[in-house]
């Protein structure tokens, strides 16, 4: 089951803009299966994309948890 999770559950960064639990979901699931996301128009607070942008993460992934990864799951 944990292969089966791991190749298919993505995680979001929804309303959790705290660096250790981005680390942690990035080691976990892999940088491939996480996404940036912010729960619009709801939640519009321009300091998590600031808290998200600043963990120290390298620049490939954090690329990928906010870009490529969202790319790739959605076909654009």
Same mark, same amino acid.
Do not use: I, W
């Given at each position: 089951i %944990?292969?089966?999770?791991?190749?298919?559950?993505?995680i979001t960064t929804s309303g959790v803009a705290w660096g250790e639990a981005i680390i942690f979901?990035? /080691? &976990?699931?892999? &940088?491939?299966?996480?996404l940036y996301a912010m729960d619009y128009p709801y939640q519009q607070q !321009?300091?998590?994309?600031?808290?998200?942008? %600043? &963990?120290p993460i390298p620049l490939e992934s954090k /690329?990928?948890?906010?870009?490529?990864? !969202?790319? %790739?799951?959605f076909s654009l």
């Open positions: %944990s292969d089966y999770m791991r190749d298919n559950l993505y979901c990035q /080691k &976990v699931p892999g &940088v491939d299966h996480g !321009a300091y998590e994309v600031a808290a998200t942008d %600043s &963990v /690329k990928k948890l906010f870009q490529t990864n !969202a790319e %790739s799951v």
